[in-house]
Structures are given as structure tokens and as C-alpha cells.
């Protein structure tokens, strides 16, 4: 028995230990039982019980039913004509974790590069990579967001620092008030990933390619860190990392690109991402549901634009003018295409519009039973944290919202919002209603009229036709008005509701006070609501654009079976030129001659005019989100990454004639980022623009730009000069010699026990595939003393360089290249235009082709690449090439130094249906692409270019039109935000993101830090 006694006091001290704090005064722990009766019962989107009971016991729902017994103790409320819905749940929130303060600048300047990271431990070399964090331990209570959450009825959220491309894991915390303790409910919910560096001060990366890449890069250090054990080092970011991998995954995307972006992603480590979305998945809906991922959905449509200035209506896009009328129905569109979506209200600036936007999106289609779903059970099942929140079932957290009306009614208002059974009063519940029409004994008047909310209400005092608005308060049962009647002063009004009457004092603005009173005449008589019809996807007007641009397409161009007949052939065969038909089929040229023909092919007469295949520009910088990244050795990023299907400069080179552009990395590094080959399918999606299977290839560079020779100061990233730049490459391809070495021993051992295998590295991966002759370089090239030194570099590392770009002095050392077959890509005429291009001449690409060089002339230049056409003609000119030599300069030849030429640059059965009609000789200034064909598809006409214009002339009008109508009725407006056009970039231009360059953001920084704020 005393041992018995002794363990019962051990057991009671223990619990006394963990759950007594310090507390002043009488101490009231009686349990808590609260019962609601008559509600209307929303259990979950799908189930509603009328008249029914809910038991609550202190934080939890004990009981849902009718007629069972409680405990006396037990607090009853009767919710009659009431509903209850389980509160709202936020999955993508940062609500209690700490401010984010980025420091003054923050990057840097270009030139001064900042390498180490300031994180003292063994934690990752990059600041963007932070899997360590614990939102759990940084979370505290913020009582002001927290009731903004719960005035919009959330009840629960899942909290992260919303800071770095890998921001570590997350919490899930209840909107209480009381103590962190009772409202931390979960820690490691999720982990969290972006594309974007956040507050990280080093320079690495600049570029949303080298995000993507860095991101990429740790997913393999973590595996091989798993795998050896950390034999060779402690990270404790690592192993962090690999702890979050048995979490949900929730990726941040601002953009229907970035969405795409991910899923890649997750293809290539296994990972299937809930995505937080940018609200622009409509645009490309059908590639989203492939991904059958869950969507975080924001809710911070665009505001009208106000277009009444006529300036503004000529400069606001078409695009933002479209985003506006579509975006609302952005969730609909999701759901009719059966993708499953949550809600977040993290992207509302203003949080009392959140349920606003809830009726946007009910208007522009979305179902009131899909979004309540998005709001409860969606959220909770996506992060497995559906047996707490997100229904009313017995054992989850009493967090639950009681309604006057259905909550997705127009007038529905939030009364209460219990969190974990506690009461937060969002209307007060016991407010009688006092609306209706009153006789009156105020002086001056004998009538009131009440309308408005009940805690809102709108008095108007009149006197047959003399009719007054005073200003009212109400708290509780307590009325106080105030109001001006002509030059007098300010009349003052107390009163007190009661059964049908209201009375009070009143003082005048003489200062006299009177007694006064309103007795009720007539009651309100409730407005019937206009019968509504079923929920249906909102009917879209305008229609979308493939791409979501000023000229994109009102469906992807089809491809046909085509026959154009008697054009002149420029075949770049040893046919020549020669007059003839040619059809096309299933997308390749299927015959080249005289008097063809097919049944069902499309007739395209050719008489007269001049086909071509498409031009091929060899190095273009069009329809990318990056252009550079800022290492000496940048082999580990991809341009394929970042393409941007909607630039509109892929539209303007059809018009011109191309078909196909390599997009390279700029001339930032010594060794640039891996190319993408692309087709100019306008209004395709990016993967639908690379060149399935195509060679693979990678920038070099040398010259001025790598050693950041148009500094004003000397730069501290080596190198800072030509020598410098030598060992770069020296230095990078005897490490992958080492790397491949390493490998392959690894490989070869047919006992691993014990061996650790080496690290994955991106970086020297791709120059193993260049010294395994799978990867082919297209080197950014002027001076013939650096052009020479590459060569000897490449001899003796074993490499070979397959195209030297530009190469302005390529005349100079076309013997050299020669033997050792090498490609030259050169512009036409361009020269003087910098220190190291003074010795350029325009005879380079007929001295190169003259020589048995294979030579391509390229644009380097978004608006020169619209006239390859007569960049070629130039080499007629200068240095005598006949017009069919100079044509291949811009179609079979960059055709064989991209290693497509089985496939494209000439017009041959077999090959691509790449074609060019033109309307007169493609070497003339006079010729225009009359159809510019992709695949057998038309992407490109000009014979229905002027019916286009009139019909996106038309659509921007009818939008115009819409937005004037909203502004005359009163519907809050903001101006269009004019965009800059972009920027036409080059190899030199470091891109941030979007367009934006790294110059233009330091201008910007620099002048933000000048003026203090």
C-alpha cells in the first residue's frame, strides 16, 4: 500500500512540474462544456446537418448529434437559424515568425562580387540555403494579425519563413491569444522552397537559372551526403535537408512559368511539390492539370484599371488588360479541369478583402462548395493535418465559425469564431435588430427610417420632405448620434434599445437638453434575393491568347498537310535554286518537284515568290528570364530553365523569317551556362519550344567582359585580366579531369564496400560531357591572341571547341581553326563598336567561307535578328559570296554547327517542314515573309496579320470600354503600371530576372539607398 501511495505522489509531482507556470491569484480550471443547438451543421463542404447539437469540452469537439445527454456543468447556446462551418485554414502563411529586414543595398556592387557567406557553422557555403530553420522555435504570437485572421475566419495556419530558395520547415499554429504554448499545435509540418535568394547578401546567384541551378546543386549534395554517412564532412544544413524530405514539400511560384519550372524539378529528385501559385495558372491550364498537383491558390486579383485618360488606355498592355478580367476566374478554371486547390490570404495587403475576393471568384465561376473546400479540407489534407482542423468531427480542435447566413451569401456576416473553444466575437450575437420605419418626437422631425447592418445601422430622420443623415454608433444596446441641421450646431443624441422603441436625452446646439424617443411603426421587410442561377464556369468573352501576350494566338496554329506550288526553291541542296512544288506532311517535307500533288493538303500558291527553309540564328538571347550568371565557371546552369515562352520577340522573328535560335548564356564568365535550342512555335509552352533530342552545347567566353574590363574600378573576381582568364579555363578542365577520373575508377570497382563515391558537381559534370565529346562549345571570341590561346588550351586538355562566335579576327587565324575544324559565327558588319573589336572587317565571313569554313552570320541582337535575311545579302558585298552561299550563312550552315543539319537548314524530303515564303528575293531589303511555317504548322502569316490586329485593336476596346463602365459605378480603380519596354539584351547584359538587369537594380538600389528609405 505505501508503495502504491509513494508512486501515486511521483505521478502527481510530475504532473505538476510540466503543467503548473507561475501565476498570480485565484487559479479557475473548472472544465469547459459548451453546447450549441439548432445550428445549421456544415461538417465539411459536402455534409450539412440541420437542427443539430455540437459538444464542446475545452480545445476539442467532443460530440456531434441530436438529443444526447451533456454534463450539467454545461453552457448552453441556442444557434437557431444560425450556421456553423469550421474555421478557415492558411497552409501558406508567415503569421508569427519574425520580420524580414533586408540591409541597406544588399548586394553589392557588380564588380565587387561578395563570395562567403556570413552564417557562422557548419551550415551550407550559401545564405539562400537555410533547410535548418524551425519555424516552431521562432514562432510568437501577434495579437493584431492574429485578429485580422480570425475577422476573416480563419482559425489555423501554417507558418514558415517566408526567406531564402530553401527556407527550412514549418509550424502549424491556432489564431489564439493566449500563450505560444497552447497555440503551437504542430512543428515540421512542411518544408518550403523558392526561386527566390531572399535576404541573402552574396552574390551567388544573380540570375533565377542560378537559383534553379543551386537548388538542384544541394539536392544531390544532401543524397550524397545520405548516402556516405557524412564521411567526409558535417553539414548540419544537410542533414536538415534529408530530414525535411519526409515532409510535404511546398514550393513558392510567382508565375505559371515558375509552376512549370518546379514540376521539373520534382521529376528529376522524386518530389511531388504542392505548388503556391502566382494566380495565373489559367494560361496555361491544360499543362497544370498534367502536373496533378495541389495548388495554393492567392486571392489579390488585380484591381480595375482606370483607363480614362486616353494615354493610359493606348499604353496599358493587352495582357494586364486581359489578367484583370481573367484572374478572378483562375480557380474556376482549375476547377472544371479537376486540379485540387487551397486558398491563401497571404498575398492580401488589405485582409478585410478577403471575402470580396471569395465573391469575385464565385462570380467568375467557382463553386460555394469548392470554396469552402479550398478554405478546410483541401488545406488540411494537403499537409496532413486533417485530424486537428478543416471539419467538425468528434476529437479535432473546436475551431469553428457560427454565421447569420450561408457564408458565401453576399450579406452572410461572421458572428463568432471559436478557436480551440475559445470565444472571439466578430459581431456581437445578442445585437437586436432594429431596422424598420419609427415615429418620432426629435425636435424638428417625426419620422426614422433604420436600415444598415444591425451593428451598423444608417438612421434618416425627415419631416415630409426635409430629410437628414446623422452619424450613429452603436455599442451593445447603446446608441450615440450626432448631426448638423443647416447653420446650426452639432445636436447630440443618446439612446437605449428597447422592446420596439428606442429613447434617450438629447442636448441642442443652444445646450439645451430635451427627452426624445422613437417608437416602431413598421418592421423591415427582408429583400428577397433574385433567384440565382447554378454555378457554372463564367462564360469568357475575349478569349485566351496562346501566348498571354499583344499578338498571341486564339488557338495554338494546327499542323497540315500543305502544298505550295511553283515558288522559287532555295533548296541549299545541289539542286540549287529551282522553280517547283513542294509538299509538306506530318510536319516534314515529304517531296520536292514539279506538278505535285495531295489529296486534303492545303494549297498555298507560290507563284512568283521565293521558299526558303527557316533561318537559323546560331546565337540569340530572345525568350530568356536569364541572360548571365556571375561566376568564373558557370558551367551548371541551363538556359532551358528559364525560357520565356511569352516574349514577344519570338512573334517579331517569325515576322522576319526565323524558325529556330540556339539561346545562349551572355559573356559574363569564362564558362557560361548550357544552351537551349529552341523553334519559334509562337504560343507554345517552354518545354514545347526546345528541339526534342537536340546536341547539346555550352558558352565560353573571353575578352573584355569576363575580366570586367569596362570596370571604373578593379574588380575583385578573378580574372581581372587575359592571363587570368587562360587559367580559369586550365584550372576548370583539370578538376573534371580529376572528377571524370574519380568516377570512373568509382565505376569500374566491382567491390564498393567501403568506398565512398564521389560528389555529384553540376558544375564539372557538364565539362565532362564536353571532354566526352557530348557537349559542344560556342565560344564568345574577338582577339586573335585569345582565340589562339583557347586552341593551344584545348589541345592540351583534350577538348575540342566546336564554334567560335563573333570571332571578328576570325580572318586572321581561319587556317587555324581549319585544321582543327572549327566553325566561325560572325556578324556581317559590325565593328569599332569597343576597344577589342577595332581590327574587325566586314570581309571576315567571305574570307572564313572562302577558307572551307563552315561560317554563319548571327544577331547577338533581338531586333537585328529580325533582317538575317539581309545581314547574309551583306556578304555579297563585302567579299564577293554568291547569293546561295550567302544564304546558308543563315540557314544550313548554323544548321551543321548545331549539329541539325539531318534535320534542318535546307529543303530536302525527309527534313523538318521549316519553311519561308517570301514575298520577293530573301536577300532583299524588299523582301517580307508572307508564311512562316514550323513543323508544317502556320506561325507566321501576313495575309492575316491586318485581321489580327483589328481583332486584338478590338478585344483591347471592349476591355476598355468594361473598365470605363466599372469606374462610373463607383468601383474602386488604380492606374495601369506603364512598363518600360524591354530591354534588348546581348552577351554583355547580366539579366535578373524579367527583363531587369543587374545595372538597372544596382541604379535603382543606389538611388532607394541615397534617399533614405
Known sequence: MKKVFLLLLLVLSQSSVFAQPNQNGVQDKRPGYYLFKNATLHVDPSTVIEETWLLVHDEKIEKVGKNFEVPKSTQVIDLKGKHVYPSFVDIYSDYGMP?????????????????????????????????????????????????ELRKIGFGAVVSHVKDGIVRGNSVLVSLNDEKESTS????????????????????????????????????????????????KERNLSLEAFNANQALPSVFHATNFHDVLRVAKIGKEFGVKYIIKGGGDEYKRIDEIKSLGTHMILPLNFPKALDVEDPID????????????????????????????????ASDLAIKSTFFAQIQAAIKAGLSKKDALAALTV????????????????????????????????????ILENWVQGKRYVITDISLSEIAGKYKTNVPGFNTLSVTGEVDKPAFEFALDTVKLKPTVTRDKNFLTITYKKGNEGVTRLTGVIGDKKISGQGVDAKGQTFTWSAELAEEAVAKKDAPKAADKVAENKGGMLYPFTGWGNKELPKQEDLLIKGATVWTNEKEGKIVADVLVKNGKIHSVGKNLSSAGAKVIDGTGKHLTNGIIDEHSHIALFSINEV???????????????????????????????????????????????????????????????????????????????????????????????????????????????????????????GLVPPKRDLELDALVEILNGERNITCHSYVQSEINMLMKVADSLGFKINTFTHILEGYKVADKMKARGINGSTFSDWWAYKMEV????????????????????????????????????????????????AWKTVTLNPAKMLHLDNRLGSIKAGKDADLVLWTDNP???????????????????????EQKEKELRDEKNRLVQILLA??????????????????????DHIMEYDNISVEQLESFLQTLNASGK
Not at 557548419?122 to 540555403?129: D, K
Not at 535576404?199 to 544541394?218: E, N
Not at 468528434?394 to 456576416?413: H, P, Q, S, V, Y
Not at 541551363?638 to 512573334?651: A, G, K, L, T
Open 838 to 885: 577595332k581590327e574587325a572587317i566586314p570581309f571576315n565571313a567571305a574570307i572564313l567561307t572562302k577558307m572551307g569554313i563552315p561560317t554563319a552570320i548571327n544577331s547577338d541582337d533581338a531586333e537585328m535578328a529580325r533582317r538575317l535575311n539581309q545581314e547574309a545579302a551583306k556578304t555579297v558585298l563585302y567579299g564577293g559570296l554568291t547569293e546561295e552561299e
Open 923 to 945: 536577300l532583299s531589303i524588299y523582301a517580307k515573309p508572307e508564311k512562316t511555317i514550323i513543323d508544317g504548322a502556320i506561325y507566321f502569316d501576313l495575309t492575316t496579320k
Open 313 to 344: 488606355a493606348e499604353n496599358v498592355s493587352l495582357a494586364d488588360l486581359k489578367h484583370w478580367e481573367l484572374a478572378p476566374g483562375n480557380p474556376a478554371a482549375l476547377q472544371a479541369k479537376g486540379v485540387e486547390f487551397s486558398f491563401t
Open 378 to 413: 483541401n488545406p488540411a489534407k494537403a499537409l496532413k493535418i486533417e485530424d486537428q482542423v478543416g471539419t467538425i468531427k468528434n476529437g479535432l480542435l473546436a475551431n469553428f465559425l457560427i454565421t447569420d447566413k450561408e457564408i458565401f451569401d453576399d450579406k452572410a456576416r
Open 631 to 753: 561566376e568564373s565557371v558557370s558551367s551548371e546552369v541551363r538556359q532551358e530553365d528559364v525560357i520565356n515562352s511569352e516574349d514577344i520577340n519570338i512573334y517579331r522573328q517569325l515576322a522576319g523569317g526565323v524558325t529556330t535560335s540556339q539561346l545562349l548564356h551572355g559573356s559574363a564568365d569564362c564558362i557560361g551556362g548550357q544552351s537551349a535550342i529552341i523553334k519559334l512555335k509562337w504560343g507554345e509552352s517552354p518545354d514545347n519550344l526546345l528541339i526534342p533530342n537536340s546536341p547539346k552545347f555550352i558558352k565560353f567566353a573571353l575578352g573584355e567582359n569576363v575580366k570586367r574590363g569596362n570596370a571604373n574600378t578593379t574588380p575583385n573576381r578573378y580574372p581581372i585580366t587575359r592571363m587570368g582568364v587562360e587559367q580559369v579555363f586550365i584550372d576548370a578542365f583539370t578538376r573534371a579531369i580529376a572528377y571524370k577520373n574519380e568516377w570512373e575508377a568509382y565505376n569500374k570497382a566491382k567491390v564498393k564496400t
Open 966 to 987: 466599372e469606374k462610373v459605378k463607383g468601383t474602386p480603380t488604380e492606374r495601369p503600371v506603364m512598363r518600360p519596354r524591354a530591354q534588348e539584351v546581348h552577351c
Open 184 to 231: 503551437l499545435l504542430k512543428g515540421d509540418v512542411s518544408s518550403h522552397y523558392s526561386f527566390l535568394k531572399g535576404l541573402s547578401t552574396q552574390t551567388y546567384p544573380v540570375s533565377l537559372m542560378g537559383c534553379v541551378a543551386l537548388l538542384r546543386q544541394t539536392y544531390y549534395d544532401a543524397d550524397w551526403y545520405k548516402k556516405t554517412n557524412a564521411a
Open 99 to 147: 520580420e524580414l529586414k533586408r540591409g541597406m543595398g544588399g548586394r553589392g556592387n557588380f564588380y565587387e562580387m561578395k563570395f562567403d557567406s556570413d552564417k557562422k557553422g557548419a551550415y551550407s557555403h550559401n545564405m539562400a540555403i537555410k533547410p535548418e530553420v524551425k519555424a516552431s522555435e521562432l514562432f510568437t504570437i501577434n495579437p493584431k494579425s492574429a485578429e
